[in-house]
């Protein structure tokens, strides 16, 4: 018998001998169903299917027997016959894949017996059901436990914040602040109803309502965590407040996440509104190290919480959602974005619509709305005096670099305001000592506010010295007090550098070469020659600038650009009037160095600058022949890092300002230095040649060390508005700037001034106080050092442009300047450069403006020795220069750069 086959029931008396006699056959080979006989499968099934006539309807097979069962009842089965043996005969049926019949009952019916196909894995109802049950039963087991361990915050426990410690680069220490922290804890009596109706209308309008918790918001910065994103705070005032208060454990796990969800959920079961109010006020951070309401109406304010009016409270309410970027002192050593201009704008905004939303909701009138419309007067934003002098300067200049650089130094602006850091600056403080009395010194001898109100108020200076060898920074000055003057000038002022940028060019002739004018511009990106510090270029004054190829500049007006050099000064003799780079350098030649700039291309100027240290965002104006003039305005940080490129024979490091940080746990961060090699020492150090040279016998010279060797370069722009020494050491590359903006607040469009007359000096240059200030703190700052000397620069490039022999002086005119580099004739392709934007007095574009005498176009302005004029921007609306909108930097009075149209 086939294995597939069945066995037919047997009858209960006889056996199987019965059961076979008892059988018909089948004409088909297979084994028939016995007819009328008990017993039989479709008996088996319970089907009670019969043909015509009384007789079963005998079965073809397995799958007609399965569709017989289903239209005779559904496939159930039919009860055991009581007259059958207790052996059941065919249990199981003959199709395939039926569930065995058993009548023991499983606790967990799955899969489910009796059922057949996909029916079989279908989880019943009850299944279903008895799971979710115990899921949430479960889920309440746990938060009933989670909540019974938890306590209620203690706000006197909270306030207890920690210190930062910082230390000097000898590891003495130099400051502790940071979360010793500016707090009293008041009474909800003594907080005005307007800082409770602000925090409300603008952070929970529901807050006297709801039960202290908001699961989406919980939710959203749980999922937010898992998968690696940002964190997130409650969003309701119960679940700040429990944040802030639980200064136990501030890590940004997914557990501390619950821990603080169950803390929410028991302080709004359990605490009065009014008591969670007054600790969220009390522990909340305001900026400026102020935690508490009290502790931000004195920094702000220098008043009592209590004497708060209701724009006041709106303001200090938007500071809780961000000091860095509201606070109107502006926190440009954080981010440079956060400047006092932006925050400004951004804390009156955010203000507004608080007060806006205290209307709506009922809290405050809008006649006592509408008193309030720009931003209340602010006061000193250091209330620790401990930060007075350089201390707050060199603070913020690590907390920016320990912020800017979170992905590295796991420290993040709650790890510094939680405090219990220990903060090791590469800062030393001999350095920073002398470089502050160098300052003051020719403060006190030259500069007096009184006696000359016109040309010596809002007179400020910046200064950086960092160490070629690592990049650390070791000195700033950033102004003169961190209390009373609150941009570290030595990082971000918007200065020009002016001249200081000349270096730049000519180490990307060094390393690149001049483009071949015989050549397409594409081959002759890749055809170069490279120069020699001995090539020739024209020193003439109003020289008319060229392309590469020798065609004349132009800008989109078809307007062509003539240089002047400082005093109308032309170099060289005729007829070319041809000097070298190294006499250009010396006596800082604009027309040489514009001419140079663009014969190697803006682009790889630019290059140069930004492999040398210098950060691209500070450079403006790459379209223009003024770019090798030094229109951009990088820091006095990031010019003594770039200049420490050449001093270390071209290895680049970025400046920093931080050793180590460490925290209870152990090293949170620790410096590694990466060096980079921006030139090769054959480039680097020819530059150093150069710039020597400057200091020994050109516009430098005030700068020179007793027995030291120095390289520098002196900066002047146009206007005289800021006026620059760059220079260094073997051991130390320092920047110094000058210049003169306002530092009132209050005053609207503020702009840089020009310099004439201050100090009672005719002009200020580079070569003036700035060198002298520079002189004075590296004698001292290096004093008991070995005097080292630089590298022997080795022989580099060719020199181009070389001299032919001399011929007869023709006739030179102001409209027909012989080129320094070939000019054949051909079309100049039109220049999509934006041309400058109008103003009301002579642009620079104007060519046939009279006001600075025509073709001349003011050049004389600029005096003194320096040479280095560069044009000032125009003042924007935040009060600092840039490039008058398309990135040219004509903007300043009287033009300083350029001659008139031929």
């Known amino acids: 018998m086939s294995e597939h086959r069945r066995k037919p029931p047997q009858p209960q008396g006889g056996g199987r001998a019965a059961a076979r006699r ?26 009670g299917s019969y043909e015509s006539g009384g007789e079963e309807r005998p079965y073809g097979g397995r799958a007609e027997a399965r569709r017989a069962a289903q239209r005779s009842g559904g496939g159930r089965r039919r009860a055991p016959d009581p007259g059958r043996g207790s052996r059941r005969a065919g249990a199981t049926g003959p199709g395939r894949g039926r569930a065995p019949a058993s009548d023991s009952k499983r606790i967990i019916d799955y899969p489910r017996a009796g059922r057949y196909g996909w029916r079989r894995w279908m989880p019943s109802w009850k299944l279903i059901s008895g799971l979710c049950l115990g ?108 944040k802030n208060a639980m200064l136990d454990d501030q890590s940004q796990t997914i557990s501390r996440k619950f821990k603080e969800l169950f803390v929410s959920i028991k302080v709004g079961a359990s605490v009065p509104k009014d008591d969670i109010m007054e600790g969220y006020l009390n522990t909340a951070y305001y900026g400026r190290s102020a935690f508490g309401i009290q502790a931000a109406a004195r920094a702000y304010f220098n008043k009592e919480a209590i004497d708060l009016n209701a724009g006041e409270c709106a303001f200090l309410s938007a500071m809780l959602k961000g000091a860095t970027y509201y606070d109107p002192a502006g926190a440009t050593s954080i981010d440079p974005a956060a400047t006092p201009e932006d925050n400004s704008r951004r804390a009156l905004t955010q203000m507004q619509d608080t007060l806006d939303k205290m209307v709506e909701y009922g809290h405050l009138s809008a006649t006592e709305r509408a008193k309030y419309t720009t931003l209340p007067k602010v006061e000193n934003p250091r209330a620790n005096r401990a930060l007075s002098g350089q201390i707050g300067y060199l603070v913020d200049l690590a907390n920016g670099y320990l912020l800017n650089n979170s992905d590295k130094t796991q420290v993040t602006e709650r790890k510094l305001r939680e405090g219990g850091l220990s903060i090791h600056t590469t800062f030393d403080k001999k350095k920073v000592n002398e470089l502050e009395k160098a300052v003051k010194k020719v403060q006190k001898a030259n500069i007096d506010p009184k006696k000359r109100p016109d040309t010596d108020t809002h007179v400020q200076f910046g200064g950086a010295s960092v160490d070629p060898a690592s990049g650390a920074i070791v000195a700033i000055y950033g102004g003169e007090d961190a209390t009373k003057h609150f941009t570290n000038n030595a990082n971000e002022t918007g200065a020009q550098v002016g001249s200081t940028f000349k270096p730049f060019v000519l180490a990307a002739a060094m390393n690149w070469g001049v483009r071949d004018p015989e050549l397409g511009p594409t081959q002759a990106q890749d055809e170069r020659t490279v120069v020699s510090p001995k090539s020739l270029y024209s ?99 990031r010019m003594a890092g770039s200049y420490a490129t050449f001093a270390a024979s071209g290895k680049q490091n970025d400046p920093y300002s931080v050793n180590k940080v460490t925290d209870k746990d152990g090293t949170l961060y620790e410096h590694a230095t990466k060096t980079e090699q921006a030139f090769t020492a054959k480039v680097a150090d020819n530059v150093t040649d150069v710039l020597k040279t400057v200091v020994e016998d050109g516009t430098g010279t005030n700068a020179q060390l007793t027995g030291r060797e120095v390289a520098g370069k002196t900066g002047t722009t146009d206007g005289n508005k800021s006026a620059w020494f760059v220079g260094y050491t073997p051991q130390l590359s320092t920047a110094i700037s ?128 320096d040479g280095g004029v560069t044009v000032s921007p125009e003042p924007t609306e935040t009060g600092a220069e840039t490039t008058g909108g398309n990135g040219n930097g004509n903007g300043g009075n009287g033009g300083g750069l350029f001659g008139g149209t031929t």
């Open 22 to 47: 008892g059988t018909s056959g089948s004409s088909s080979g297979r084994r028939a169903a016995p007819r009328g006989a008990t017993g039989s499968p479709s008996d088996a099934y319970g089907s």
């Open 135 to 242: 899921f949430f039963g479960s889920m309440i087991a746990v938060a009933g436990i989670g909540y019974a361990m938890v306590g209620v915050p203690n706000v006197a426990q909270a306030a207890k914040a920690q210190n930062n410690v910082y230390y000097w680069a000898d590891g003495t220490e130099m400051v502790s602040t940071g979360g010793e922290t500016n707090r009293q804890i008041i009474n909800l009596s003594q907080i005005p109803k307007n800082m409770q109706y602000a925090v409300i209308s603008q952070e929970n309008k529901t807050f006297t309502t709801d039960s202290g918790v908001d699961p989406r918001g919980i939710a959203r910065a749980v999922f937010n965590m898992a998968r690696g994103g940002e964190t997130q705070g409650g969003s309701t005032i119960t679940q700040q407040y429990v």
């Open 539 to 637: 020193g003439k004054n109003k020289l008319k600038i060229k392309q590469y190829d020798g065609t004349v500049w132009q800008n989109d007006k078809g307007e062509e650009w003539l240089q002047v050099n400082d005093g109308d000064q032309t170099y060289g003799e005729a007829p070319k009037y041809q000097i070298d780079l190294r006499e250009a350098m010396q006596h800082s030649v604009n027309s040489a160095y514009v001419q140079l700039g663009m014969d190697v291309g803006l682009d790889k100027v630019k290059e140069a600058a930004v492999r040398a240290g210098v950060l691209e965002s500070s450079l403006a104006g790459i379209d223009y022949p003024s770019f090798s003039l030094g229109i951009s305005d990088p820091s006095a940080i």
């Open 738 to 865: 000058m210049f003169r903006y306002p530092d009132d607040e209050s005053i609207k469009n503020r702009t840089f001034l020009e310099m004439y007359g201050t100090g009672n000096q005719k002009s200020i240059h580079g070569a003036s106080f700035p060198a002298e200030i520079w002189h004075d703190y590296m004698e001292q700052a290096l004093k008991g050092e070995p005097a080292k000397k630089f590298p022997t620069p080795q022989p580099i490039g060719e020199v181009i442009n070389e001299a032919p022999s001399p011929t007869p002086t023709p006739t030179i005119t102001e409209t027909e300047e012989e080129s320094p580099t070939p000019a054949p004739t051909r079309t100049k392709p039109k220049d999509n450069t934006p041309s400058p934007s109008a103003s009301g007095t002579c642009e620079p574009f104007d060519w046939n403006c009279e006001e600075n005498g025509g073709t001349d176009n003011g050049g004389t302005d600029n005096g003194g020795t």
